[in-house]
């Protein structure tokens, strides 16, 4: 299903990147942790504490409900509910899929838009992880550590399920690569970009 820019079908948007004709297909694939919700819904959560803590205090004083639960609850669409939504499609939305010829970072951030980010394998020099909240949760983050395109510059994402056992299968899918195409050495630089591919640029 699409609703404006947001693709609700990941399969659709991984058809679209999976060259089948070259035998390309989806080696692994993850969201990200359901922690990664809660911890953008903090704010919200006390904000609406506030706005229901301010309506209680309201109906105690005797003031009319009727208005002051309408600008209530208009504030809280505004100020929260908007924002609720947002880091819900965040959340729910976004993931990143491997193939055995790209990485793909898919960042769906509202209805509004879509960045989908392909990375050919040959452009990565590698992948390294790092902790986050002092490592108690089952989530980590990894940088993608390209070669060229974005100037050089690491791509990072944070609240990946299990993030140093991915980030050794993304290793163990670039050794392949390398083997399968290279016979192990060292591939040469290419001028392959690794800019993002927004929403207009992909044919439904």
């Excluded at 080696?27 to 006390?46: C, D, G, K, N, P």
């Excluded at 506030?50 to 004083?61: D, H, K, N, P, R």
């Excluded at 974005?150 to 056992?165: L, M, W």
């Amino acid at each position: 299903m699409r609703i404006f820019a947001l693709e609700t079908d990941k399969q659709r948007i991984i058809k679209r990147f999976c060259n089948q004709e070259e035998n390309e297909y989806v080696v692994l694939m993850t969201s990200y942790h359901t922690l990664s919700f809660f911890f953008a819904m903090i704010r919200e959560i006390f904000m609406t504490i506030l706005f229901f803590a301010i309506g209680i205090g309201t109906w105690i004083a005797g003031f009319p409900m009727f208005w002051i639960s309408m600008i209530l609850m208009s504030l809280w669409v505004i100020f929260v509910f908007f924002n609720m939504l947002k880091a819900y499609i965040d959340w729910f939305f976004d993931f990143i899929f491997v193939t055995t010829d790209k990485v793909v970072i898919v960042d769906q951030t509202s209805i509004f838009k879509q960045e989908i980010m392909p990375i050919q394998i040959e452009n990565i020099g590698g992948v390294s992880t790092f902790t986050q909240y002092w490592d108690i949760f089952p989530f980590g983050g990894i940088s993608i550590h390209l070669k060229e395109g974005r100037q050089g510059k690491d791509i990072t994402k944070q609240f990946v399920p299990d993030a140093r056992e991915f980030a050794g299968k993304i290793s163990d899918i670039i050794t392949r690569y390398q083997r399968r195409h290279y016979g192990g050495e060292q591939p040469k630089a290419t001028d392959a970009p690794a800019d993002p591919v927004t929403d207009e640029e992909i044919e439904p």
